[in-house]
């Protein structure tokens, strides 16, 4: 069982910066994907970023080029950094991991963009 805890999150006015953290309760294999989602008041869970060892980061369209996604294997732990948060990046940001049987979850991490 494989335990997520995220840190990071916070209000931001927009134009602002944040660094999210993900530290996993165990060594997780670089083959598996780790990354984030993230979910709106209102709306479904999606995908932000994610990262596996021998592959490009994959974004999703609204953040490329604003975030970036990155991983310390031997500190068991992802990131994201997020720059120029706009308001539509309020959400609740949630780290995964994706192991050949199952999907892990953290509980999120609240990041509120707002002036």
């Known amino acids: 069982q494989v335990q997520l805890v995220e840190s990071g999150g916070d209000w931001v006015r927009p134009g602002g910066s944040l660094r999210l953290s993900c530290t996993a309760s165990?060594?997780?294999?670089?083959?598996?994907?780790m990354g984030w989602y993230r979910q709106a008041p209102g709306k479904e869970r999606g995908l932000v970023a994610t990262?596996?060892?021998?592959?490009?980061?994959t974004y999703a369209g609204s953040v490329q080029g604003r975030f970036t996604i990155s991983r310390d294997n031997a500190k068991k732990s992802v990131y994201l950094q997020m720059n120029s948060l706009k308001p539509e990046d309020t959400a609740v940001y949630y780290c995964?991991?994706?192991?050949?049987?199952?999907?892990?979850w953290g509980q999120g991490t609240r990041v509120t963009v707002s002036s």
């Open positions: 165990q060594t997780i294999y670089s083959g598996y994907a």
């Open positions: 995964y991991v994706k192991t050949d049987s199952r999907e892990y």
């Open positions: 990262l596996r060892a021998g592959r490009d980061p």
